[in-house]
């Protein structure tokens, strides 16, 4: 979207506060805190305008500092000439009538790369990516390997195309079948490790398993490790476990309680159920709204001891001031977000929560990204600061010098030509 301008007419289309319509940044990192007393944060442009000017509303009275931000809000935005009846549009950067074109595009790139590399178009035409998307699931017994959909893949397609996707992790299943009844560690028909998810799967219909009820064992049906491999893949992904395994704080340490073993869910080692409850769901949101909201804070907290450690002179720390503002402004936006998240996730709207770590995580970067662009350009300062070289004259010295001097007269001074007599 970097190359995409949006083209204001009726405001239906543009938000105002998340999209930069006025200025290079969006008005959300400008003034983040007003962003987050914000009514609607999402609102447009035609929500936000009328013919009596801006309509700005906030979730809670302003205090006497917040009235002076509305009002340098108000200053950045007071040219506005309002909005018309045509509707929104996009145009690209890179064409007069804003129209995109591939032709165009193949010229630009062809302008910009280097002499001897390969043509952006072959790479585009001889992509080695598959054409299909398939859950990698590789079962090993009969000597064969095989993905969900039933094709044969080398052990070269377990990396995935989308591996290094944030919006996709791929976990490695791999699925043994074999004749005679086979478990992991004695009692599991499937294993989460840290990098897979191991599933075992036998011919034998009714096993008796290691637990019981009623004085009665459990029986297993070995051909179906489904429920088994649901529960492994859930421990992988969010850490989540079976309900009756709870911690106990006088002992300090896991402990069985099978009263809570109950419901129809896969964790549910007496029910054969399928469902994951609301309760599930919320247990993963909140456990990656933690991981996210932690990675986050050691990032920022990386950057600013980057920050701390750097050395500064009186020609560097001028140049920092003129960083400093852009900085400040971006870890107010983190920390915007970082108290946004948990006051949603303190009210249990942990899907909204989730909604918000994409943001965060854009929002780190970009604040580390620019605290390495403002030390790199205070390097080439160090690299030519001023040297001084002090000269101290003595009255003692003069005579020293003269004498130098005629000397240097006297061996160096041009001689007589004497005359050649035949």
Same mark, same amino acid.
């Given at each position: !979207?970097?190359?995409?301008?949006?083209?204001?007419?009726?405001? *239906?289309?543009? *938000?105002?506060?998340?999209?930069? @319509?006025?200025?290079? #940044? %969006?008005?959300?990192?400008?003034?983040?805190?007003?962003?987050?007393?914000?009514?609607?944060?999402?609102?447009?442009?035609?929500? !936000?305008?009328?013919?009596?000017?801006?309509?700005?509303?906030?979730?809670?009275?302003?205090?006497? @500092?917040?009235?002076?931000?509305?009002?340098?809000?108000?200053?950045?935005?007071?040219?506005?000439?309002?909005?018309?009846?045509? %509707?929104?549009?996009?145009?690209?950067?890179?064409?007069?009538?804003?129209?995109?074109?591939?032709?165009? &595009?193949? *010229?630009?790139?062809?302008?910009?790369?280097?002499?001897?590399?390969?043509?952006?178009?072959?790479?585009?035409?001889?992509?080695?990516?598959?054409?299909?998307?398939?859950?990698?699931?590789?079962?090993?017994?009969?000597?064969?390997?095989?993905?969900?959909?039933?094709?044969?893949?080398?052990?070269?397609?377990?990396?995935?195309?989308?591996?290094?996707?944030?919006?996709?992790?791929?976990?490695?299943?791999?699925?043994?079948?074999?004749?005679?009844?086979?478990?992991?560690?004695?009692?599991?028909?499937?294993?989460?490790?840290?990098?897979?998810?191991?599933?075992?799967?036998?011919?034998? %219909?009714?096993?008796?398993?290691?637990?019981?009820?009623?004085?009665?064992?459990?029986?297993?049906?070995?051909?179906?490790?489904?429920?088994?491999?649901?529960?492994?893949? =859930?421990?992988?992904?969010?850490?989540?476990?079976?309900?009756?395994?709870?911690?106990?704080?006088?002992?300090?340490?896991?402990?069985?309680? @099978?009263? @809570?073993?109950?419901?129809?869910?896969?964790?549910?080692?007496? #029910?054969?159920?399928?469902?994951? =409850?609301?309760?599930?769901?919320?247990?993963?949101?909140?456990?990656?709204?933690?991981?996210?909201?932690?990675?986050?804070?050691?990032?920022?907290?990386?950057?600013?001891?980057?920050?701390?450690?750097?050395?500064?002179?009186?020609?560097?720390?001028?140049?920092?001031?003129?960083? /400093?503002?852009?900085?400040?402004?971006?870890?107010?936006? &983190?920390?915007?977000?970082?108290?946004?998240?948990?006051?949603?996730?303190? /009210?249990?709207?942990?899907?909204?929560?989730?909604?918000?770590?994409?943001?965060?995580?854009?929002?780190?970067?970009?604040?580390?990204?620019?605290?390495?662009?403002?030390?790199? =350009?205070?390097?080439?300062?160090?690299?030519?600061?001023?040297?001084?070289?002090?000269?101290?004259?003595?009255?003692?010295?003069?005579?020293?010098?003269? &004498?130098?001097?005629?000397?240097?007269?006297?061996?160096?001074? %041009?001689?007589?030509?004497?005359?050649?007599?035949?």
């Amino acid at each position: !979207m970097a190359q995409i301008e949006k083209k204001l007419a009726d405001g *239906k289309r543009i *938000k105002f506060r998340k999209d930069a @319509w006025k200025e290079q #940044s %969006p008005l959300m990192e400008i003034f983040p805190d007003l962003f987050i007393l914000s009514n609607n944060p999402d609102g447009t442009i035609y929500d !936000m305008w009328s013919a009596q000017g801006w309509n700005l509303f906030f979730r809670r009275l302003l205090n006497d @500092w917040e009235i002076d931000r509305v009002a340098d809000l108000l200053n950045r935005i007071d040219d506005f000439n309002g909005t018309t009846a045509e %509707p929104d549009t996009l145009r690209w950067k890179h064409n007069i009538d804003g129209q995109f074109s591939v032709k165009r &595009v193949y *010229k630009m790139e062809e302008r910009v790369q280097c002499r001897g590399q390969p043509k952006i178009w072959r790479n585009l035409w001889n992509s080695p990516s598959p054409t299909k998307e398939a859950a990698k699931v590789k079962r090993s017994g009969g000597g064969s390997s095989h993905n969900a959909s039933g094709g044969q893949f080398g052990e070269r397609e377990m990396g995935g195309s989308h591996a290094h996707s944030r919006s996709t992790l791929e976990v490695p299943i791999f699925w043994f079948i074999h004749s005679d009844p086979l478990l992991v560690d004695k009692h599991y028909q499937a294993k989460a490790l840290s990098d897979m998810v191991i599933v075992v799967q036998s011919e034998e %219909p009714s096993w008796e398993s290691h637990l019981q009820c009623n004085g009665r064992s459990l029986l297993w049906d070995l051909r179906k490790p489904i429920k088994a491999a649901l529960t492994a893949v =859930s421990e992988h992904l969010a850490g989540m476990l079976p309900l009756h395994l709870v911690y106990s704080q006088a002992h300090e340490t896991a402990i069985e309680d @099978w009263i @809570w073993s109950v419901g129809c869910n896969p964790l549910s080692i007496t #029910s054969q159920g399928w469902h994951i =409850s609301k309760f599930h769901s919320d247990t993963v949101a909140r456990s990656y709204v933690l991981t996210a909201l932690e990675e986050s804070i050691q990032l920022v907290n990386s950057a600013i001891h980057r920050l701390v450690m750097e050395r500064t002179s009186e020609q560097t720390f001028k140049l920092f001031k003129t960083h /400093e503002r852009e900085l400040v402004n971006k870890y107010n936006y &983190v920390v915007s977000l970082w108290r946004r998240i948990s006051t949603v996730s303190g /009210e249990l709207r942990y899907l909204d929560a989730l909604r918000l770590l994409y943001t965060l995580e854009d929002a780190s970067k970009g604040f580390v990204n620019y605290v390495d662009t403002t030390l790199a =350009s205070l390097h080439p300062i160090h690299c030519t600061r001023k040297r001084e070289v002090k000269v101290e004259f003595d009255m003692t010295t003069i005579p020293a010098f003269l &004498v130098v001097f005629f000397v240097l007269w006297f061996v160096l001074k %041009p001689r007589r030509a004497k005359p050649k007599i035949n």
